[in-house]
């Protein structure tokens, strides 16, 4: 086809060229219409001939590389014809070298102060971001929400309380019925072991149960579910339960151990020194009192005994999370003594 277009092209383009040669001047302008006519026709057909013989690449977009030849031809009769040929010959004989890496454009990265899910789960940090940011779809904050219910409280408890003043109220009615939950979980079961406790007087068995209540309580402070007021008062049901069962049954280290934790974090250091030395007397590992040693000395304001707390307990990350603070203890005498604001600083 693109030779017989070719040849058909030529034949029409002597025609013309003939007919403009031969003409005479009493019919100059009629003479010129139809050289004209012939000349389009076979520039067209030109046009044909070199998009068939192109290179399959070159072909795109087919209407206007047919409209360019055309012009072109139409324009410069010949001439046009010559460089095309030349052009295709120059592309057939020495192509364009392909990159080797090829790039495409996609969409710039859109920042967000959570991270997107990632396989299944929920992992602590994400979560805390996505309940926090409110510019967080609503449906993801609550599944980011049901999933932490059945955490501990003493690790979700400040994310939870945070949503109490949430502008979304499925999300504040939500984080305020897990929080009210779990404490009327554990206040249900104080009761009830209080109503028993009026109803038993066998001494052993008392002592358990003001065990159980006093542990209780130790649940409510330590899981972050009561505060201000309910805070002071669950302390004090703590500590009169645990002296209650202490009274009964002696032989109790672990039960020490809770007033020791209780008066330390209530700052009472003369009661916590009672506890931990009862500890220690019935039979509680030292070594896990080291660190409780230590933070009584810093309420003490005993700071080389701290020191020498620190050296003796070797770190060790199942018990301990911070070991700067062991770095800054163990590290001589001279570190806290270069500190004149180390009495206001945070207990060990």
Partial sequence: M?????????????????????GGSTAAAATVG?????????????????????????????????????????????????????ALAVAVLWPRDQAADRFDTTDSPEFVTMRRREGSGFRGNRVRAQLSNLSTPLDERLNALVAIQNTPTRSSGDSLRNLLADPADDMRLLAYGILDAKEKR????????RTHLHS??????????HQQVAELYQELIYQNLVQGDLLTYSCDQMREHARASLAISGDQPGLEFMLVRLELMSGNAEAAAAALQNAYEHGFSRTRLLPYLAELSYLERDFEQVRRLFIEMAFDPSVSSTPQLHRFWRHGRRTYANHPDIARRGPA
């Fill in 2 to 22: 693109a030779v017989f277009a070719a040849l058909a092209g030529c034949g029409l383009e002597a025609a013309s060229l003939a007919l403009l040669l031969r």
């Fill in 34 to 86: 139809l050289y004209l006519l012939l000349h389009l026709a076979s520039s067209a057909l030109f046009a044909l001939a070199l998009a068939a013989a192109m290179p399959q690449h070159y072909r795109r977009p087919r209407k206007w590389v047919l409209a360019y030849l055309l012009v072109l031809n139409f324009f410069m009769p010949l001439a046009g014809l010559l460089c095309t040929m030349v």
């Fill in 200 to 209: 038993v007087s066998d001494p052993e068995t008392r002592a358990l149960l």
């Fill in 186 to 193: 554990i206040t249900q079961r104080i009761v009830d072991m």
